[in-house]
């Protein structure tokens, strides 16, 4: 009977549970961006900034997030340059779909304690 009250242990090597809400803060700070320009770069990187020390699967994913959304703004200024040709607006359209699911997706997986990988990403903060 206690085992429907009581959820299941987490497995020994999974994250604590403060650090897996700071991950899940890394990614979905990046939504931030659809207030504040650049927002999708600062969420993500305060976030690492303030814990990384601490945490490291906090470390691990806020540099993840950080490195998709630096990505996602290079996308974006592409695709700005080619409106020029009219292509660059469905790339507008592609790309921000693909930012808005893939950081839904990177949010639940960091929730959950898992190392989230974001493809098509540059590795630029190492």
């Known amino acids: 009977m206690s085992d429907i009250i009581d959820p299941p242990p987490a497995p020994s090597d999974a994250p ?14 990046a939504l931030v961006g659809l207030v504040i320009p ?22 691990d994913q806020g540099k993840e997030a950080l490195n998709f959304n630096i990505t996602v ?26 930012w808005l699911v893939f950081t839904i997706i990177a949010g639940i997986k960091a929730g959950n304690g898992e190392y989230y990988r974001y493809p098509f990403t ?5």
């Open 16 to 29: 604590p549970a403060d650090a897996r809400q700071w991950g899940l803060f890394a990614h979905l700070s």
């Open 38 to 59: 650049f927002g999708s770069i600062l969420g993500p990187l305060i976030v690492w900034q303030i814990k990384k020390a601490e945490m490291p699967f906090v470390d």
């Open 73 to 98: 703004a290079l996308a974006f200024i592409v695709s700005a340059i080619l409106t020029v040709i009219v292509i660059g607006l469905l790339l507008m359209l592609v790309v921000g779909i693909a």
């Open 122 to 126: 540059l590795r630029l903060v190492k």
